[in-house]
């Protein structure tokens, strides 16, 4: 049997053991050494500040990576922090998730404690990650050259062209391609990063700006997910190798009525 030849490459930075930025991605072989430079740079040039440790790990996958589709992505235009929390309501309620659930998460995601990975929440709100304090760390996802370009270009129409969007597209794309999972709530642990987003099969990757007020340093992840093997989804997230081929339509704002009208078609 031939070898796999992509290969996973993650970075986390440091300085002075507080954790700085991260990144990784699914490359093929020849594009690895190129990868490393960028990754380093980047944890040079991070406006939290330059990291004094650099950890970059490079694996061979021994599966070949799942090619998925990006979510549709589109923006809401929620004008505080409360608007935000009635959207993101509203969207998760719609799929099926119930109330509680939802304002546990909020609760949780707003308590000031911060995860290294996402809550896991059935849709009455229980908490399902075995590890409560660390929660489960989406890894091994990527996106391809011409789809990486696809979508620089779409984000770039709207003035989103940035590796904070790229990256949570990507990894939210990841995990909704799980059936088990009915929806994701994101919320950025950076002070001055106050958009966060909903992510659903039915309405996509929905922006919601001023989900936080600035100044904030914690947020986290919840995925909301259905009856099914809580193992079998965790390895999923955490190994199953998985890389954007395919890129959906990007749009601007949109008022949330049409969202919940509009059923995505995948
Ligand atoms: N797997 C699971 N949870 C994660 C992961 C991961 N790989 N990475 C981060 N988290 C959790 C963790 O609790 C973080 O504190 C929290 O998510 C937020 O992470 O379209 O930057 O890296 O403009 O701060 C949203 C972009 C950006 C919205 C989200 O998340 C938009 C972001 P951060
Ligand atoms: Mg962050």
């Known amino acids: 049997m031939a070898l796999n030849r992509y290969y996973s490459v993650r970075m986390r930075s440091a300085r002075e053991a507080v954790h700085i930025s991260g990144a990784e ?8 050494a190129k990868i490393v430079q960028q990754y380093t740079d980047r944890a040079f040039e991070h406006e939290k500040g330059r990291a004094d440790t650099i950890r970059i790990t490079v694996d061979r996958l021994r599966d070949r990576p799942r090619k998925i589709v990006s979510l549709p992505l589109c923006s809401l235009n929620t004008r505080n922090a409360e608007a935000a929390q009635k959207a993101a309501m509203k969207l998760l309620t719609s799929v099926g998730i119930e109330e509680r659930a939802v304002e546990e998460a909020f609760k949780a995601l707003t308590m000031g404690l911060s995860m290294r990975g996402a809550m896991l929440l059935d849709i009455e709100g229980v908490r399902l990650e075995p590890d409560l304090l660390r929660g ?24 989103l062209n940035n590796d904070t969007v790229k990256e ?40 919601i700006p001023r989900i936080k007020k600035r100044g904030i340093p914690y947020g986290g992840r919840a995925f909301f997910i259905t009856g099914g093997e809580v193992m079998d989804l965790i390895k999923y997230l955490q190994q199953t190798p998985v890389i954007i081929s395919e890129i959906k339509p990007c749009t601007g704002v949109v008022p949330l009525k049409e969202i919940l009208e509009r059923k995505s078609r995948r």
């Open 25 to 32: 991605g699914i490359y093929e072989k020849n594009e690895v």
């Open 136 to 159: 489960v760390r989406v890894t091994r996802m990527g996106i391809n050259r011409s789809a990486s370009k696809d979508l620089s270009r779409k984000l770039g129409r709207l003035g």
């Open 168 to 207: 949570a597209l990507i990894l939210a794309s990841k995990v909704q391609k799980y059936r088990m999972v009915l929806g994701e709530l994101c919320i950025s642990d950076d002070p001055n990063y106050t958009t966060g987003y909903i992510a659903t099969r039915t309405h996509g990757y929905v922006r």
